[in-house]
C-alpha cells in the first residue's frame, strides 16, 4: 500500500502558562506489579514485537494453541479485486490496515477522528497531539463522555502516520514538513499513558500549566484533574519540553480517590512507554482466560485500568490494584499497577443444538407440524452477504431441528437446497463468473469483501455479523456431511480469518473485529465518528464466534474450536456485562432510564439503533439470532431483569419487531414464562416473526425451555 501522509486538522496552539506541581518518580524497579497471569496464545502484532514485559506466571487455564493458518494461501485463491471503500490512510508502508479497531478513526478518513484508549481520550491535531480525561454526563438515553482536550502537546508536526498496529496499541509517528520523522506517540486500550519518543532532538510545546520537572516530573491542574507529565531524559522550561533522541514524555491524569502510592507508581511507568500488547488466551472447563501483556520498551512495569467485565463474576487473584478509580461511559475503571492484566470470562461452549430431551409429545408434534410449514414456505435466499447469510443460517437451523426431531424426510431437500447454496457462496473464484453471492480478496484493504454487499460491509462494516451466519449455516450442515465440508472449506476458513484471524499476517491483520481489552468486537471498519467505534448488535458477535466453532468442529479444527470458544465466551460476557444487564447501580448510570444499553461507542453509550426508535428493536437486535447458545443471556442475570427489559421492550405485547426473540428471552427468566409464551408464539404474526428464524424454531426454543 502506498503511504499516504495527511495534514493534521487544526485547532490551534494552546498557550503555555507555567505553574508548579510536582511529582516524585519512583524507580521502576520499585513499582507494585501485577503478576496475575502470562502472555501466551497469541503471536505479538507484526512490525510491532520490540521491549518486553516482566515475567507473570499464567493462572487459570493454560496457554492454547494457536491456530495455524496459511492466509496468503487462503486469500490468493480468491478473486482479486479493490472491491473495498476504506479511503485515504494514515498508514505507513507495509502495515496492514487495522480495519474495526477503537482507534481506527485515527488511520482513515480525510481527516482523524477522536479514540478513546480509557481512561483517556486522545485525538491528532495541529502540530501534535491532545488528550482529555473524558466526564461522563448521563441523560434518559444516553451517557456521553465526548474528547474534550485537556492537555495540547505540539511537537510541530505537519502529518502523521500510523507505523505499528495490534488489537490492542497503536503507535503514530509524527512527521515534519519534509516527512522527516520527530517521534513517535503510543496509546494502548486500558494503559493510563500517551507517550511521545523523540526521533531526534526535539522541541515540545507540553501542555498548559506544567511547570518545572523535579525528580524527571511535573503537575498542571486543569478542570479539576491532575494531570502528570515525567520524562526519560530531558528539560521543562516555561511550558517548552526539551526532549534528546530517543527520549520519552509520559502523560497520565491521576484517578479519582488516588492511593498514596498512585502518583509515583504513574510517573515511574510512564517514561517507559508502551510499544505493544500481546494476547494470550485459555480455556477451561469453567472459565475463558485472555491475558493482555503490555511491552513497555524498556521491558519494565507499566500499569493499566480494569473494566466491569473484568472484576465480575470469578477473577484471578490481583496484587497492584486499588490505586483509584476514573469515571468512564462505560462505568468505574479501578487503576492497577503491572504489565499483565488477566481476566476470566464463563465458558461458553459452541453449540448449534437445542436440548430437546424431556419434551412432550404435545409439544413435539406441534414443532414438527409447523416445521412442514416452515420448510415448505421458504422463501428464495437473499444475495447479498447479510441476508443471504441469514436466510441460509434459518433453512440450515430447520434442518438440523428436523433430523434432531427424526423429520429427515421433511427437510430433506431443503438441507440439498440449502447446502447447493453453500457451495455457490463457497467457490473461491465465483466472482469471476457473476456479481453475487461470491467473496473477493481486496489486497490494498487486507479484507474478504462479499458481493453483493450490505451495511457498509465493502467499507469492512459487520463482517462478524455477516460471516457468522455462513459459518454457522455450514457448520450446522457439515456436521454430518464431510463432503459438503471438502467443497466449502477454502472459503469458510478464508472467512474466519478474515473476522478473526489469530496471528497476524501480511495478508489479514490479527483478531480483525475483536477488542481484547474491551472483551467484544467493534462493528465499524473505519470509524468516521467523533464518538469512536461502536457496535450495536453484541448478539450477532456471539453468533459470529459461535459460527466459527460450529465450521471449526465439522471441519476437525481443534485449535480453532478453542480460540472460538475463547471469543464466544468472552464476547457473551461482555454482551451481558455492557447491553442487556449493564450495571444500572454504578454512579455514571444515574439519570439514564432504560433497562439496556442498544448501542456502544468507545466515547458513548446510548438507547438507540441504527434502524428504529421501536422500544422492540432496542432489546431485539440484542438477542439476535437467538441460536441454542443464547442462554448466555441468563448467566447470572436475574430474571426480574430479564423480564423487566421484555416488558418495556413489548408494552402492548409481543406483536412487534423481534417479536419471536422477545419471547425467546422471556422464557429465559424461568420455565412459567416459558409456558407463558408459548400461545403467544403460536398467535404471533408472521410478520413479528424475524427472516432469520421460523415459528417452528420458536416453538422449539420454548419447549427446550419448559413451555
Known amino acids: 500500500m502506498t503511504a499516504a501522509r495527511n495534514v493534521l486538522p487544526r485547532t490551534g496552539r494552546a498557550r503555555w502558562v507555567l505553574t508548579l506541581g510536582v511529582v516524585a518518580a519512583l524507580a521502576a524497579g520499585t513499582l ?101 480525561l473524558p466526564d461522563p454526563v448521563t441523560s434518559e438515553r444516553a451517557i456521553i463522555g465526548p474528547h474534550v482536550p485537556a492537555v495540547t502537546v505540539d511537537v510541530g508536526a505537519a502529518s502523521a502516520q500510523v507505523v505499528a498496529a495490534d488489537p490492542v496499541a497503536v ?17 494502548a486500550a486500558g494503559s493510563p499513558f500517551v507517550s511521545f519518543t523523540a526521533a531526534s532532538d526535539v522541541e515540545v510545546a507540553a501542555g498548559e500549566g506544567f511547570g518545572a520537572l523535579t525528580d524527571g ?24 519540553l526539551t526532549l534528546p533522541s530517543g527520549a520519552t514524555a509520559g502523560w497520565y491524569a491521576l484517578p479519582d480517590d488516588a492511593s498514596d502510592d498512585a502518583a509515583q507508581v504513574l510517573a515511574a511507568a510512564a517514561v517507559d512507554p508502551v510499544v505493544g500488547v500481546d494476547v494470550g488466551y485459555g480455556v477451561g472447563d469453567d472459565v475463558a482466560r485472555t491475558t493482555l501483556t503490555y511491552r513497555t520498551a524498556g521491558s519494565t512495569p507499566s500499569a493499566h485500568v480494569l473494566m466491569r ?11 497492584g490494584c486499588g490505586l483509584g478509580t476514573y469515571r468512564s461511559v462505560h462505568g468505574t475503571l479501578e487503576l492497577c499497577a503491572g504489565s499483565t492484566l488477566t481476566s476470566y470470562a464463563p465458558t461458553l461452549r459452541p453449540t448449534g443444538a437445542l436440548d430437546l430431551d424431556g419434551v412432550s409429545t404435545e409439544r413435539r408434534d406441534a414443532v414438527l407440524d409447523q416445521l412442514a410449514k416452515d420448510v415448505a414456505g421458504t422463501p428464495p435466499f437473499a444475495s447479498d452477504t447479510y441476508f443471504g447469510g441469514k436466510h441460509l443460517y434459518r433453512a440450515a437451523t430447520l434442518v438440523t431441528l428436523g433430523e434432531q426431531l427424526g423429520a429427515d424426510d421433511v427437510v430433506a431437500d431443503l438441507r440439498t437446497r440449502t447446502a447447493d447454496a453453500l457451495r455457490e457462496w463457497a467457490q473461491p473464484e465465483g466472482c469471476d463468473e457473476r456479481e453475487a453471492r461470491c467473496f473477493v480478496y481486496d489486497e490494498a484493504a487486507r479484507s474478504v469483501i462479499g458481493r453483493i454487499p450490505n451495511f457498509g460491509s465493502e467499507e469492512l462494516n459487520d463482517h462478524h455479523f455477516h460471516y457468522g451466519y455462513l459459518l454457522s449455516a455450514a457448520g450446522l450442515l457439515g456436521a454430518d456431511d464431510p463432503t459438503l465440508v471438502d467443497d466449502v472449506r477454502p472459503v469458510m476458513d478464508a472467512l474466519a480469518a478474515d473476522i478473526a484471524a489469530a496471528q497476524p499476517s501480511d495478508a489479514l491483520p490479527q483478531l480483525r473485529t475483536f477488542d481484547p481489552y474491551a472483551g467484544h468486537a467493534w462493528a465499524s471498519g473505519t470509524s468516521p465518528f467523533a464518538d469512536g467505534n461502536n457496535q450495536e448488535s453484541a448478539s450477532e458477535a456471539v453468533n459470529a464466534w459461535n459460527g466459527i466453532g460450529l465450521w471449526a468442529a465439522a471441519s476437525g479444527q481443534d485449535d480453532l474450536l478453542t480460540q472460538a470458544t475463547w471469543l464466544a465466551s468472552t464476547e457473551a460476557a461482555s454482551a451481558r456485562d455492557y447491553w442487556t444487564d449493564p450495571d444500572l447501580e454504578d454512579p455514571v448510570m444515574d439519570g439514564f432510564e432504560h433497562r439496556v444499553v ?26 439476535i439470532p437467538m441460536g441454542p ?8 442475570v436475574d430474571a426480574e431483569t430479564i423480564l423487566a427489559a421484555v416488558d418495556e421492550a413489548t408494552p402492548a405485547g409481543p406483536d412487534v419487531m423481534f417479536g419471536d426473540y422477545l419471547l425467546m428471552y422471556r422464557a429465559l427468566a424461568g420455565p412459567d414464562e416459558a409456558a407463558a409464551a408459548w400461545q403467544d408464539a403460536i398467535d404471533l404474526p408472521d410478520t413479528s416473526v424475524d427472516d432469520g428464524s421460523s415459528r417452528a424454531y420458536l ?3 420454548l419447549a427446550a425451555h419448559g413451555a
Request: hydrophobic share 45%; net charge negative.
Open 32 to 132: 507494585l506489579v501485577l503478576r496475575p497471569g502470562g502472555g501466551g496464545g497469541v503471536a505479538p502484532a507484526a512490525g510491532a514485537g520490540a521491549g518486553g514485559a516482566p515475567a507473570a506466571p499464567v493462572t487459570g487455564p493454560p496457554d492454547a494453541t494457536v491456530p495455524d493458518v496459511d492466509t496468503a494461501a487462503l486469500t490468493a485463491a480468491l478473486t482479486q479485486a479493490p472491491d473495498a471503500k476504506i479511503g485515504p490512510a494514515r498508514l505507513a508502508d507495509g502495515v496492514v490496515p487495522p480495519s474495526n479497531r477503537w482507534y481506527s478513526g485515527l488511520v482513515f478518513g480525510p481527516e482523524p477522528m477522536p479514540v478513546f484508549p480509557l481512561p483517556l481520550s486522545f485525538a491528532l491535531a495541529d502540530g501534535g497531539f491532545t488528550m482529555g
Open 699 to 701: 416453538l422449539a426454543w
Open 598 to 623: 442498544a448501542l456502544n461507542w468507545g466515547g458513548k453509550r446510548d438507547w438507540a439503533t441504527w434502524f428504529s426508535a421501536e422500544p422492540s428493536a432496542m432489546l431485539g437486535i440484542l438477542l
Open 629 to 636: 447458545v443464547s442462554d448466555y443471556l441468563a448467566v447470572d
Open 217 to 240: 516530573a511535573a503537575t498542571a491542574e486543569v478542570a479539576g484533574t491532575t494531570w502528570g507529565l515525567a520524562v526519560s531524559d530531558g528539560t521543562l522550561d516555561g511550558g517548552t
Open 171 to 187: 503507535t503514530t509517528r509524527l512527521l515534519d514538513a519534509s516527512g522527516a520523522a520527530l517521534g513517535d506517540v503510543t496509546v
Open 309 to 319: 467485565h473484568h472484576t465480575t463474576g470469578t477473577q484471578p487473584d490481583r496484587e
